[in-house]
């Protein structure tokens, strides 16, 4: 197995090996700070879920619609603001996105039912997309191979204090005020991310770099991705482990509460824990860079989440589960992902020019946040509407199982015919 050395570029192309660390530093901190408010937006509001189904008068299902809402609404904005930073640069579709995202959520805070919550939660989605999309384009503009694992990895240890800190937050946020409070709180987030990247980030894109698209070229170059194996075989199988993942996020909050007692405080708790896992499994992954080839750091991550998943319907099962063994399950779980994610994002990534890499991180993203999305809800489409310990394992368990299927099916056999 060979690896990609670090060698990470200027953005007009040249060898910048000698970038300044602190430089790196400074672009994970903004690149992170912008990737981890999509995050924020869907873990902040997590422990208030079920005092706004009361509020709301609306069923569990209907609340945890509006987090299928933003994966919708990310997946779609991706798909025209990737292309979008292909023909107009990074900088000017980020700070539109930033800016609508600021406007959408001050406008969660009046929302007078849960259908007009879900609309601007979509809103919200489409805006939000811009900071996912653009900042792994900005990575594919600056690095390759070992070089953007490396740096994803230590952009996932700034992303994943947003998950971890967010549902805290969340539950203490719950007790100084109503639920709206939050979505206050990330307006005023959002309002200094367009800050931040107004300051502190440079266009990586130079004109002459850029490739403006007819809608043509454009479908074009998604039919190409889509059929060539070597994208799109990391690229569902990082949005199969995605499914899995967002299953427990969007379900656990009721099934905690609801079905084992917990309080919002103590699930805040419990999922800031688990992020630990998520956080810990992304700085292994860059430990092993190196040492371990990238594909077999994500094999590793694909059967640690597999073991935990199954771990988790044995205890199901044998009716043994409880809020301390769950919580060392979805530890393991969250740490095995920590080696999927950024794993499976350089492999998709790297396999196409920087001249597609706004369209090629749109595709990643859209597909990971509609199939994210759209499977983890299938877990609240049980006879009484809500969600439950036994409906999160199926989901969980099937989406897991699919996604090393594919990685092995589909990835393997792509980067070995390229290969040969």
Do not use: K
Not at 93 to 103: H, K, N, R, S, Y
Not at 138 to 148: E, K, Q, S, W
């Amino acid at each position: 197995m060979t690896h990609t050395v670090l060698r990470p570029r200027s953005a007009d192309g040249a060898d910048a090996s000698a970038r300044p660390r602190r430089s790196v530093a400074l672009l994970v901190l903004v690149l992170g700070t912008l990737t981890a408010t999509g995050p924020l937006a869907t873990d902040l509001y997590l422990p208030a879920f079920p005092q706004i189904a009361a509020d709301l008068g609306a069923s569990e299902a209907r609340i945890q619609l509006t987090l299928t809402a933003v994966m919708v609404g990310m997946a779609v904005g991706q798909m025209v603001i990737g292309p979008m930073s292909d023909a107009w640069g990074r900088r000017r579709p980020l700070l539109i996105g930033v800016a609508v995202f600021t406007v959408a959520s001050f406008l969660c805070v009046l929302v007078p039912s849960a259908g007009v919550f879900v609309v601007l939660r979509f809103v919200q989605g489409v805006a939000g997309a811009a900071g996912a999309v653009i900042s792994r384009a900005v990575v594919r503009d600056l690095f390759d191979g070992d070089a953007a694992a490396r740096f994803f990895s230590r952009l996932m240890l700034v992303v994943g204090l947003a998950p971890m800190l967010g549902p805290i937050l969340g539950g203490q946020l719950l007790l100084l005020g109503p639920w709206q409070l939050s979505f206050a709180v990330l307006g005023v987030v959002s309002a200094v991310s367009f800050v931040v990247v107004l300051v502190g980030l440079p266009e990586s894109l130079p004109a002459h770099r850029r490739s403006p698209q007819s809608p043509s070229v454009l479908l074009a170059t998604v039919g190409r991705l889509l059929r060539d194996p070597r994208f799109i075989g990391p690229t569902l199988t990082l949005a199969l482990s995605f499914a899995m993942m967002f299953t427990y996020i969007s379900a656990f909050s009721f099934v905690s509460q609801n079905e084992f007692g917990a309080s919002a405080q103590q699930f805040s708790v419990m999922f800031a824990v688990n992020t630990v896992g998520m956080i810990l499994g992304t700085q292994v992954n860059a430990a092993l860079i190196g040492r371990v080839g990238t594909s077999r750091r994500l094999l590793a991550g694909l059967a640690g989440a597999l073991a935990a998943v199954a771990a988790m319907a044995v205890l199901g099962v044998a009716g043994l589960a409880g809020l301390v063994s769950l919580t060392a399950v979805f530890f393991v779980m969250m740490f095995s992902v920590g080696l999927v994610f950024p794993n499976a994002t350089t492999l998709a990534i790297s396999s196409q020019p920087a001249s597609v890499a706004g369209t090629a991180s749109a595709l990643v993203g859209s597909l990971q946040f509609a199939l994210g999305g759209g499977l983890a809800a299938t877990a609240g489409l049980t006879a009484t509407g809500e969600a439950s310990l036994a409906s999160m394992t199926v989901v969980m368990l099937s989406t897991g199982v699919v996604a090393a299927l594919v990685f092995v099916g589909v990835a393997l056999r792509g980067h070995a015919r390229s290969a040969a």
